[in-house]
């Protein structure tokens, strides 16, 4: 096939890791999700915990995440270091792009890579109650507590893509294909999107 790269947006409880998991497999490609925290961690030298915290998570003031978090400052304090961090992904993003045909997960990759050739956008959303009933079984959690995880995460997401993009996250009309997994299943949606990529890419 021709080189493509998938991009996978997600609300969260959606199954958004089994899917690209089984599609990755079924495709013959790797994906990157933490992975491309490790990268970025490792070519920027700065700690991959730095990584983690501000990964895929609003904007907000640096010298309060210190004051709050207890990381000691990193370059100068004149610097933003929230922002460095970001880049330093959106420069593994590009580079693994690059590389091979692939799938990533998140963090702006859909914007990052809206211009690149052989760029796929998905987005992958479910109802509230499937995502609700899938967050209580797989995590043990109460009805009042996934409904509070999902809208906390699917909030941090939208923020922290909002923020750097200038399309809005879930705006069906910046992705080529919107899934809702509620109604697909998960194995219907990585049906879905392998067909999409054969016929397009054969």
Not at 58 to 81: C, E, H, R
Not at 100 to 120: A, F, H, Q
Not at 186 to 191: Q, S, T
């Amino acid at each position: 096939m021709k080189k493509f790269i998938i991009t996978i947006g997600r609300q969260y409880g959606c199954g958004a890791h089994e899917i690209v998991t089984k599609l990755s497999e079924k495709l013959g490609v790797s994906y990157y999700d933490k992975e491309i925290i490790k990268r970025a961690a490792k070519e920027s030298g700065f700690d991959e915990n730095l990584f983690k915290f501000y990964d895929e998570r609003p904007t907000t003031s640096f010298l309060y995440n210190i004051s709050a978090d207890g990381f000691s400052a990193v370059g100068s304090p004149s610097l933003t270091l929230e922002d460095r961090v970001v880049q330093y992904q959106f420069d593994a993003i590009r580079k693994v792009a690059d590389e091979e045909s692939c799938i990533i997960v998140g963090r702006c990759s859909d914007y990052i890579l809206k211009d690149t050739p052989g760029v796929v956008r998905v987005f992958i959303h479910g109802d509230d109650e499937y995502r609700i009933n899938r967050v209580t079984k797989l995590y043990g959690l109460s009805q009042k507590d996934a409904v509070k995880e999902i809208k906390n995460i699917d909030k941090k997401r939208a923020k922290f893509h909002n923020f750097y993009s200038d399309e809005k996250w879930g705006d069906s009309f910046a992705y080529d294909l919107c899934i809702n997994v509620s109604k697909t299943g998960l194995d219907g949606a990585v049906d879905l999107i392998e067909y999409y990529i054969r016929k397009n890419f054969a």
